[in-house]
């Protein structure tokens, strides 16, 4: 019996993927530039052509009227939430922030979405995420401080609900390495939390999104350690997750993690371009399993070519 196949890119344009996983759903959502649209799926290959409708649409004016990138969706002590950033139209990068909806009904394709405000962060910023670690909430996002010499770099900072920050915006990385630096900018953004074999991997995207060398990063601390204090995250060197010139797969970037319907599992999400300089509107989301190395860091391996047949996720 032959394995059913997929191919990518699942969704074209698709930019900034984000995919979470509950029960025997998928939920999905990317960039739509001027609202936000959220998918719903029984299995993850098949999860753009899945039930779709538009929760949420900018207003025609205000501080969160343009420039609406990267939602996420998180499920929080049984409530939803949604993660995205905005800004006025006016202020480009100071005046973007990192708003959240909130929806309390079982399922987030029903019941109704109540913005909850802005995350008060110290600085302007976009890409938040967030995460539970030991019975507490914490999230990182990518800020605009006064540094001269980059664009964006990572925070993080504890939470005393889903929507508010207390306490200081810890800077975590900044664009330090040239593979960092590609593009015309040094950015740190993107950040999402892998826990595995008793560690947290923070994976980020470097360099700017249009570049051919936009490419993954990792920060990786023990689950024992205090999350909170910079010193102790260890950052790779090289890039864990880049561009294949063989592969024909450019800037892939700006993820999220989910696993197969089984669980048995692993799967990368992120978006990429098919060809060299191509442009961030070719951005397309793709798919693809990994795996773990012996000392329990995850290997993404290369980005895998358009033409290659993908056998679907277990379970499916």
């Given at each position: 019996?032959s ?12 930019a900034?993927?984000?995919v979470?996983k ?10 739509k530039?001027?609202?936000?649209d ?5 299995t993850l290959?098949?999860?753009a ?32 939430y ?10 480009d990068d ?8 909130e ?9 109704d979405?109540?913005e ?14 967030i995460?539970e670690?030991?019975g507490r ?9 006064n540094?001269p ?6 925070y993080i900072a ?9 306490g200081?915006n810890m800077?975590?990385?900044k664009?330090?390495?040239d593979?960092?630096?590609q593009g ?13 074999n008793?560690k947290?991997?923070?994976i ?15 920060l990786?601390?023990?689950e ?13 060197t090289e890039?864990?997750f880049k561009?294949?010139?063989?592969n ?20 990368i999400?992120y978006?990429?371009i098919s ?17 773990w ?8 391996g ?15």
């Amino acid at each position: 019996m032959s394995k059913l196949t997929f191919y990518n890119p699942i969704l074209e344009p698709g930019a900034d993927p984000w995919v979470y996983k509950d029960n025997n759903a998928y939920y999905f959502m990317v960039t739509k530039r001027t609202r936000l649209d959220l998918w719903k799926s029984p299995t993850l290959s098949g999860i753009a052509k899945g039930s779709c409708k538009t929760i949420w649409t900018a207003p025609s004016e205000g501080i969160n009227c343009a420039n609406i990138w990267a939602p996420e969706i998180h499920r929080i002590n049984g409530i939803w939430y949604i993660y995205f950033t905005a800004n006025d139209g006016i202020g480009d990068d100071q005046s973007r922030k990192i708003f959240v909806l909130e929806n309390s009904a079982e399922d987030p394709f029903n019941g109704d979405w109540v913005e909850k405000g802005y995350v008060n962060t110290e600085y302007p910023g976009l890409d938040g995420t967030i995460f539970e670690h030991k019975g507490r909430l914490y999230f990182v996002y990518a800020g605009y401080g006064n540094f001269p010499e980059y664009g964006s770099a990572l925070y993080i900072a504890e939470m005393e609900n889903p929507w508010t920050i207390t306490g200081p915006n810890m800077l975590l990385s900044k664009p330090e390495y040239d593979w960092e630096k590609q593009g015309g900018m040094a950015i740190n953004e993107g950040p999402v939390m892998l826990k595995r074999n008793n560690k947290l991997f923070l994976i980020y995207s470097a360099s700017t999104t249009w570049s051919d060398d936009y490419s993954l990063g990792m920060l990786t601390i023990s689950e024992n350690e205090d999350v909170m204090n910079p010193q102790i995250w260890f950052k790779s060197t090289e890039p864990v997750f880049k561009k294949s010139i063989e592969n024909k797969v450019f800037a892939p970037g700006h993820n999220s993690f989910t696993q197969s319907p089984d669980g048995t599992e692993d799967w990368i999400v992120y978006h990429a371009i098919s060809e060299s300089e191509g442009g961030s509107q070719r951005r397309s989301t793709r798919i693809q399993k990994f795996n773990w190395n012996a000392d329990g860091s995850p290997n993404f391996g290369i980005p895998l070519c358009t033409s290659t047949p993908i056998t679907v996720p277990s379970g499916e």
